[in-house]
């Protein structure tokens, strides 16, 4: 039997766990969001517009991956990466070479053109989360 001193006991004599679950819940609430993905839906609201596609940002924690907006050619891209390593490193647009504005929340579509008008009314919304 392990004697526990008085100092280290909680609430009813039991052993003080308040440092471990601090040190836990940093964990999950402080690791970076590029190893979750998540997928959603991005609408123009412009009337007659139309425009919607599926958008994928980031990937699982076995498969990196970038997403962004390619503005030469209005669209948006997702990149498969080697490492997470590389998740925050300036990345280009396939075939134009163009430097790839990364996408790394659903809210950030906003400040985007839309891909068919041309207007920045597009809007997100989150569909799943996945890791």
Do not use: N
Not at 3 to 21: E, H, K, M, N, S
Not at 87 to 105: D, N, T
């Amino acid at each position: 039997m392990k004697i526990i001193p008085a100092a280290q006991t909680g609430l009813f004599g039991l052993p003080d766990l308040r440092g471990t679950v601090l040190l836990i819940l940093l964990g999950v609430t402080t690791a970076a969001t590029a190893l979750a993905g998540e997928s959603g839906q991005v609408t123009c609201t412009a009337p007659r517009c139309g425009y919607a596609t599926e958008l994928v940002i980031g990937g699982g924690r076995a498969s990196p991956a970038i997403t962004g907006y390619c503005p030469a050619s209005r669209k948006f891209v997702r990149l498969k990466l080697t490492s997470w390593e590389e998740y925050r490193r300036p990345h280009r647009c396939p075939g134009s070479g163009e430097r790839l504005k990364p996408v790394y929340e659903g809210t950030e579509v906003a400040g985007f053109p839309c891909p068919r008008c041309g207007r920045r009314t597009l809007r997100y919304q989150r569909r799943m989360m996945f890791d």
